[in-house]
């Protein structure tokens, strides 16, 4: 079954630097997102991206945080200057297009800010 | 608005038992419902979903029930299993939107 592949599983950080995660949606997907898990909490929404632009995002998703699709199958997402409470599990997830709702999640890279 | 209330935070249930999730939600434009079931390590994974248009939706033993006047939908795990020890999300999408909403979990356990 096709899945959604997330690079590096784990990542350790200082706060104040950048990091990038990595995504690799399903090939034929077109609708792209991000969502995070703070440990023990619910998902929670940061960013859709369709077309190769962003087509929503949450407050959570503010000028530190970017994402791009570089080279058609890649899909990343920087943050710019990581903070303690950045720490958590973040999820890509892929959805085939408009007439189907369900996504598929990849299984996520834990970031950790020290 | 857009809160969708989960309950409860933890179930246990005992293997052949029915478990019983249940969600709530305000926001009246949400048209599409879905459960998903985490593992530890794992992404959520989607189980089943419902649009509002139906009252009911059955694949397998997991059963979604939805009552559009109360704003409640819930998920119903028929036969409960040790391998169905899981955590359970609600989630609700808005009409013309791209995000879903989760509610906060139930960590299901399933004792033999």
Redesign the interface.
Known sequence: EPE?TQTPSHQVTQMGQEVILRCVPISNHL?F?W?RQILG?????LV?F?NNEI??K?EIFDDQFSVERPDGSNFTLKIRSTKLEDSAMY?C?SRVDSAN????????TRLTVV | QQQVKQSPQSLIVQKGGISIINCAYENTAFDYFPWYQQFPGKGPALLIAIRPDVSEKKEGRFTISFNKSAKQFSLHIMDSQPGDSATYFCAARGAGSYQLTFGKGTKLSVIP
């Open positions: 959604v609708y997102y969502y909490q619910k998902v929670e929404f859709s369709y087509s929503e949450s999820f997830a709702y369900g996504y598929t999640f990849g299984s996520g």
